[in-house]
DNA sequence: GTCTATACATCGATAGAC
DNA sequence: GTCTATCGATGTATAGAC
């Protein structure tokens, strides 16, 4: 948990991954942080103290706090990934679709302000930029996918699929955190999808 | 929209339902604030500047800005079961139960502030008085019973409804703010609830 | 009830020395 | 790349006059 990696390509350069090893520090760090005190309250100050540095020393890292707020979005994106990549998904499509929908709520139950950051934009004023929100679109492609291979691909299917997902994920998370109450319901959520669409595969 | 009450009971003592006059206008300004600039940047400063006063002054209505808080949450429940009360719910319990869900999420859909204090709880260390905690448990029994009467008793059934409910809430409000693209979903929802229960009624 | 004045803390960000 | 020093803004809250 909370492995995280500054950039997506690995580099050679010795002074390169020392400074990105130092962002992912920070990037860690500041998730820390948000747990303790919210998304919204992290500072600057405090993340720079955590990690023996001074405040102004930051910015050698970060253009500003908006830009951090980029990398631990982009970072949570690539946790998500990763977790589903460690995962091996078989069986029917159903099946499948069951075992990624459970997956999920765990990865958002195990961490309640990471799930805010990557699914409810508490943060006023952020926007992720292009790059990091490539990491979302990826996810909610592979998401599509398995979906669709279960014969949810109507519009409509897709748009209950994610409100239910959704749903339980929140559920989850707000009213038993680390627990499994609305996970469990995984797969009695996922036929319930599948029976009602109106015209069956 | 956005009528408020300052208290449930109205009163004679006209100084008194001054004071809730002003209180109901500072409550209204706030959530105006709150549109504009996020629940969590409310400034004091900006508030009481809107109702031509000074920021100290704003210390006679409420003690904190918790205390602020507290009356947004309070009037945003009672906005809801305002709102419902208006409503008149004819039919089977199945019509009645997917009327109730397209409501919540049109109120929801419309203001995503006020769905944001009621349903998020977006503020750090706020935690709402018992007294306006009861105008959510208010509410919570409304929903229950009427899910009751539909025949969503068991508590996993119930869990999973306001999964549904909550998801698909959310994803209006997130993805189609003052649509209905969601709420639209409200009919196939609850069919699809009611159809997934282990032992039918 | 409203005001002025102010205390006091915290914040993000910049300038410039080393 | 890290530091000290500091700016300028903003925030909540209190004291005390009127």
Chains 1, 2 share one sequence.
Not at 80 to 97: E, H, I, N, W
Not at 134 to 151: I, N, S, V
Not at 186 to 197: E, H, P, V
């Amino acid at each position: 948990m909370q492995v995280s990696a500054a950039k997506t390509h690995t580099t050679r350069d010795p002074r390169l991954s020392r400074r990105e090893a130092k962002i992912a520090a920070l990037v860690s760090e500041a998730w820390e942080l948000a747990r303790r005190d919210g998304l919204a309250a992290i500072s600057l100050r405090d993340l720079a103290a955590a990690v023996g540095l001074r405040q102004p020393s930051l910015y050698v890292y970060f253009d500003s706090k908006l830009a951090l707020y980029d990398a631990l979005f982009a970072d949570g994106y690539r946790q998500l990934l990763t977790y589903l990549d460690d995962r091996d998904y078989s069986g029917t499509p159903r099946d499948v679709l069951v075992e990624f929908t459970r997956d999920l709520i765990t990865f958002a139950s195990a961490d309640a302000v990471r799930y805010q950051m990557l699914f409810q934009r508490p943060i006023p004023g952020f926007e992720p930029t292009t790059e990091s929100f490539a990491f979302a679109l990826e996810f909610y492609e592979r998401a599509t996918a398995l979906a669709g291979a279960a014969g949810i691909r109507a519009q409509t299917d897709i748009d209950l699929f994610a409100a239910v997902i959704n749903g339980l994920s929140h559920q989850q998370v707000a009213n038993d955190p680390g627990g499994h109450r609305w996970a469990d319901l995984a797969d009695r959520a996922i036929d319930m999808l599948l029976a009602s669409r109106p015209q069956p595969t």
